[in-house]
Structures are given as structure tokens and as C-alpha cells.
């Protein structure tokens, strides 16, 4: 099947990490768990539903994951040595602070599942690891394991 001949699955993901089916919001926590295992993204940016050789589009709103909380580990003085981060899909994964950037309307973003999605963080995991956050002559630092890492703003 072509890539252009992927039929739609009626499914949408606003950007609060919410799931939609036919206009419906989807609240059984179980499927869509389970619909997160299938996810897929095309070449060409469009996300995918892949289930044993059948596939559909997907619509997202903005991406597919959310951070919804950050544990942030420190070392005996205070400093960070690693920021877990918890997904709307309920998992968990360490922060690759390379990836971290700032999006439209200010909004921090950065990639997971090895790299291969992009997570917008909710505000509450926002005002987490912005009590890190490091200004210095108008450039922003994410401290970590005694290195600073720039946060670059893609808005």
C-alpha cells in the first residue's frame, strides 16, 4: 500500500495529548495505552496507527506525547543528575537535554521514545523543571551532571 493510499482512522490527539475518535473523547486509559504501542510516523511527518500491516492516519494537533511531570534527581549539593520525565502514555524515560527547545507561545518541547517523537510538556511539568532553568545574558541553560545545556528557542 502506497503511502498516499493510507486511508484516515477518524482519530484525532489535540494538543493537550487528548484522544478523539470520530469527535468523541476517548477516556478509557487501557486503549489508549494500547494505541500509543501502534504509533508510527511517515516520512513525510504524518503520524500512523500500524497494526499488523494495517494502517491509518492519524490527525495530531501538535504531537502525539505530553510530559506530564518531571522527577528531578539531585546530588547531595542540590544540582541535577537526571530529569525523569512522565509521559501521558505512562511511561517514563530520562531526559536527552540536547533535545530540549522552546516552541510557539513559549512552550517547552523535546523528544522521546529514542528520539523518535516529539513530547510538548504540560504546564505543571513545565513550572518543574523550570525551577532549573539558568538564564545568563539572555540565553537559557538546563543544568545537569556539572554541564550546562543551551536551550534553543525555535519559536
Do not use: H
Not at 8 to 26: A, H, L, S, T, V
Not at 46 to 61: A, D, K, P, S, T
Not at 136 to 153: H, N, S, T
Amino acid at each position: 500500500m502506497a503511502e498516499d493510499d493510507i486511508r484516515p482512522c477518524n482519530i484525532r490527539i489535540d494538543k493537550e495529548g487528548k484522544w478523539f475518535y470520530m469527535g468523541i473523547e476517548m477516556i478509557k486509559k487501557e486503549i489508549i495505552n494500547d494505541l500509543y504501542r501502534y504509533l508510527d510516523r511517515l516520512e513525510d511527518g504524518r503520524y500512523i496507527l500500524n497494526m499488523n500491516g494495517q494502517r491509518c492516519i492519524i490527525e495530531v494537533e501538535d504531537c502525539p506525547f505530553v510530559v506530564v511531570g518531571v522527577n528531578i534527581i539531585e546530588k547531595r549539593d542540590k544540582s541535577p543528575s537526571a530529569y525523569i520525565l512522565k509521559l501521558n502514555d505512562d511511561g517514563t524515560e530520562e531526559l536527552i537535554p540536547e533535545t530540549l527547545f522552546i516552541g510557539k507561545e513559549n512552550v517547552p518541547y523535546c523528544m522521546v521514545k529514542r528520539g523518535r517523537f516529539q513530547a510538548r510538556f504540560s504546564r505543571p511539568a513545565y513550572y518543574q523543571i523550570s525551577s532549573k532553568i539558568e538564564e545568563r545574558g539572555g540565553i537559557f541553560y538546563l543544568p545537569l551532571k556539572d554541564k550546562r545545556y543551551m536551550i534553543e528557542i525555535k519559536s
